[in-house]
């Protein structure tokens, strides 16, 4: 075999006593295995390797040493620790410096704090609490203002939605039946009287027609004898009828009539 190396330029070429070789690797020459720190393109040819690669024993070509490892000789290759990153051909890590940066074992690369986590140094990172918010590169959590949710692992502080109220920023409860609650509401306000609320309002409606609607800012079918508009129960005049759910008076049919207020059904006229 030929063992070359290069040293200033200047190629060194080396007769190995190849049966030497044979002798301590069972007298066969093609089995003569390449050693940690060369390369071996072919079977007769051994290559040292050179810094900032990686050569373990039987390699055929040089590869650089990996990204996220470092080789502070071609025969070692370690796994970049915590708080450092390694670039390709590292032979040593680079530790992480800068505000913000995350850093994992075996990193290749410095990266910002991913959002919704913030990292007060570059081995951690910290899912964000609820109640505070971390963007981009957080160092530490900020506590989210009044009217603002912000579950855990908030990237940024958002209003609280709609039909909704958030008492503080890690609640949002549904707004109850007879009140209404627009974006960024920390308390549900109350129904005006005769309007509708259901369960979950944003804003109060007009009550629905043939419907009445109380204090409580729920919607009833309106009473018989009444006809309801604008969420408020109206008496039946003389000579209609307002059957339940009415939302106006019907006139009596023809040979039928009402001699008083809040008639639900109509009267046959008797003949004299």
Do not use: H
Request: charged share 15%.
């Amino acid at each position: 075999a030929v063992v070359s190396t290069q040293s200033t330029g200047t190629t060194t070429t080396m007769i190995l006593l190849v049966l030497l070789f044979a002798s301590a690797f069972g007298g066969d020459e093609d089995t003569w295995p390449c050693p940690a720190g060369s390369f071996c393109p072919d079977a007769d040819t051994v290559r040292q390797c050179y810094p900032r690669y990686y050569c373990p024993a039987n390699s055929t070509q040089l590869k650089a040493c990996p990204a996220g490892s470092y080789c502070p000789d071609p025969t070692e290759k370690y796994i970049c620790p915590a708080g450092a990153y390694c670039a390709r051909g590292s032979v040593s890590p680079i530790n992480c410096t800068a505000r913000g940066m995350y850093c994992p074992e075996g990193t290749d690369r410095q990266s910002y704090c991913n959002p919704g986590f913030y990292c007060p140094t570059p081995i951690e990172q910290i899912v964000c609490p609820a109640g505070t918010y971390c963007k981009y590169g957080f160092v530490s959590p900020k506590n989210c203002t009044s009217g603002m949710y912000c579950p855990e692992g908030t990237e940024r502080q958002t209003y609280c939605t709609g039909g909704f109220y958030c008492p503080t920023p890690i609640e949002q409860i549904i707004c109850p039946a007879g009140f209404y609650c627009p974006g960024r509401t920390t308390e549900p306000l109350e129904c005006p009287s005769s309007y509708y609320c259901p369960e979950g309002s944003t804003w109060y409606g007009a009550c629905p027609p043939g419907k009445v609607c109380d204090t409580t800012g729920e919607s009833k079918p309106c009473p018989a004898g009444y006809y309801c508009n604008s969420g408020r129960a109206t008496e039946c005049p003389v000579r209609y009828y307002c059957k339940k759910g009415s939302s106006r008076p019907t006139y009596c049919p023809s040979g039928t009539t009402t001699v008083e207020k809040g008639s639900a059904e109509c009267d046959m006229i008797e003949d004299n």
